[in-house]
Every structure is written in C-alpha cells, then in structure tokens.
C-alpha cells in the first residue's frame, strides 16, 4: 500500500512565522499534491509538483511556495503565516499526472494564533 | 465553471438504513472517484468509474456512473456506524485532464 506521510498531526503558530509542513511519500510517485480543506470550502489545491525541483501552483497559491529537492518529499512553506491559513493540510501523491487516483496523508491541522 | 455538485450535504440515519447520496455536474468527465474520509484523517479512495453506465460494488456500497459520464451515485445499503464519514466525488473534466475537479462532499452520520 502506499504510504503518504506528514510530519505533523497537529501544528500550532504565530502569525508572522515560517511555516514548513513537510510530506513523504514510499511508492517512488512522480506527481505530488497540497491541498488545504475548510468546511464549506472543500478540498482547494495550492501547489503541485510532477517532477523534482518542478512546481506549478494550484487554485489558492498566495502566502504559500513548496519545495521539490527530492522525489519522495514535498514541502509546503508559509512565508509569513496569518490566520486566514488556520486550516485542515493534506498532502496527497499520484502515480499518474491526472492526479487519478490520488493517496493522501493523514492531514496537518494548523492553527496559526 | 466546472463543478461537481454534491447532495445532500449532511445526512443521518439509523443504522440499517439505506440510502444514495449524488455527485452532479453540467460536464463531462473522463471518469469519476469516491473518496470517504473518517475525521481527522485523509480522504482514502474507495472507487474509481471509467465508463458511462458502469455500476461498481464494494460490499454493500454500490456505485453508478450515469450514462452521459456527467453524474454518479453511492447506495449504501444496511448502513453501519463504521460507514459514518465525508464523501467525495472526484474526477477530471473531459479534455481536461491535469485538472482534477473535487465535489464539497456529504458528511454521513451513522446512528447506532
């Protein structure tokens, strides 16, 4: 099975820190995937990445940027974190570049205070 | 805007009961996914539909893509509190296929 790992379950923050939600994936997947979840809002793609050091940003890129130096791993970076990124985080990977189907981590629930 | 619309949003039911919950849309897609995600956790694949028309089970979930590839269905049948989650549909839009389109979801409650 694959295995999609985050590092945190639970993150909480100041506004105004460097945020760094990293996400490791086992299956040797090409295509790897940020989304954040709010209610009402669903899942909402940030950034994604077919390739190492390759990034393309998704639906709701601002305040955030990724990081690809490796296959397995993908991070997501808040540069400047405020409150309106308190937020459900999940990172998923894909073996095919759809996106279809996609393996996700348990999630990161970050609060930023 | 390609939009996968999901209804009903919220559901609750008793155990043992059956019920269908909808994944619509105006497009057309290549295909169609169902994800169920248990709280605080990540949404886990159950299904994937290709082709228009295709009925997929899982146990007692059944699955429908309906004929014009535009729209799916989840029965469940004799539902269990370990069916309680939210359930996605998601699929990328026909011509379209490095953007995957994902429904809101209906969070599905159990009762014991």
């Known amino acids: 099975d694959v295995k999609v790992t985050q590092s945190s379950r639970y993150l909480v923050k100041r506004t105004g820190e460097k945020v760094f939600l990293e996400c490791v994936q086992d299956?040797?997947?090409?295509?790897m995937f940020w989304y954040r979840q709010d209610p009402g809002l669903g899942l909402r793609l940030i950034y994604f990445?077919?390739?190492?050091?390759?990034?393309e940003k998704g639906d709701i890129p601002e305040g955030y940027s990724v990081s690809r130096e490796k296959k397995e791993r993908f991070s997501l970076i808040l540069e400047s974190a405020s409150t309106n990124q308190t937020s459900m985080y999940l990172c998923?990977?894909?073996?095919?570049?759809?996106?279809?189907?996609?393996?996700f981590g348990d999630g990161t629930r970050l609060s930023i205070l | 805007t390609q939009l996968l619309e999901q209804s009903p949003q919220f559901l609750s039911i008793q155990e043992g009961e059956n019920l269908t919950v909808y994944c619509n849309s105006s497009?057309?897609?290549?295909?169609l996914q169902w994800y169920r995600q248990e709280p605080g956790e990540g949404p886990v694949l159950l299904v994937t539909v290709v082709t228009g028309g295709e009925v997929k089970k899982l146990k007692r979930l059944t699955f429908q893509f309906g004929d014009a590839r535009k729209d799916s269905s989840l029965h469940i049948t004799a539902a269990q509190p370990g069916d309680t989650g939210l359930y996605l549909c998601?699929?990328?839009?026909?011509?379209?296929?490095?953007?995957?389109?994902w429904g809101l979801g209906t969070s599905l409650a159990v009762n014991p």
């Open positions: 998601a699929g990328p839009p026909a011509g379209n296929n490095r953007k995957l389109i």
């Open positions: 497009s057309v897609f290549s295909s």
């Open positions: 998923a990977s894909s073996l095919y570049r759809t996106g279809v189907p996609q393996h």
């Open positions: 299956m040797d997947h090409e295509n």
């Open positions: 990445s077919y390739d190492v050091k390759m990034k």
